[in-house]
C-alpha cells in the first residue's frame, strides 16, 4: 500500500501571515525540542517531529526534504507518523 506524503507539497504557499506563523511555531518547537533535550525530564523528539512539519508546511524545500526522509523509514513507522500527525498528511 502506498502511503500519502507526510507533509503536503503546496507550489502555490500560503499567505505571508500564515506562512510566517507556521516559521515561528516550527522554531519555537525546535527550541522547545532543545531544552527538552538538555533537561531529562521532558523529551525533546516529539518536539522536533512537530518542529520540522510545521517547517515542511511553510517551505516547499523542507516538506520535500521531510518527505524524502519519511519514505526511506519503515513502513510502520511512517504509518505510526500519520496516526501521530493525522492533520498533516490529509490533503
Same mark, same amino acid.
Given at each position: 500500500?502506498?502511503?500519502?506524503?507526510?507533509?503536503?507539497?503546496?507550489?502555490? /504557499?500560503? +499567505?505571508?501571515?500564515?506562512?510566517?506563523?507556521? $516559521?515561528? *511555531?516550527? @522554531?519555537?518547537?525546535?527550541?522547545?525540542?532543545? &531544552?527538552?533535550?538538555?533537561?531529562?525530564?521532558?523529551? /525533546?523528539? +516529539?518536539?522536533?517531529?512537530?518542529?520540522?512539519? $510545521?517547517? *515542511?508546511? @511553510?517551505?516547499?524545500?523542507?516538506?520535500?526534504? &521531510?518527505?524524502?526522509?519519511?519514505?526511506?523509514?519503515?513502513?510502520?513507522?511512517?504509518?505510526?507518523?500519520?496516526?501521530?500527525?493525522?492533520?498533516?498528511?490529509?490533503?
Amino acid at each position: 500500500m502506498q502511503l500519502p506524503d507526510l507533509v503536503p507539497e503546496r507550489d502555490n /504557499g500560503y +499567505p505571508t501571515w500564515k506562512r510566517t506563523a507556521l $516559521l515561528v *511555531g516550527g @522554531a519555537l518547537c525546535i527550541v522547545l525540542g532543545v &531544552i527538552g533535550w538538555l533537561m531529562p525530564i521532558v523529551t /525533546g523528539i +516529539p518536539f522536533y517531529i512537530a518542529g520540522f512539519v $510545521l517547517l *515542511g508546511l @511553510a517551505s516547499v524545500r523542507m516538506a520535500r526534504t &521531510i518527505n524524502a526522509l519519511d519514505r526511506k523509514l519503515p513502513d510502520r513507522v511512517r504509518q505510526a507518523l500519520r496516526r501521530a500527525f493525522p492533520k498533516s498528511s490529509a490533503s
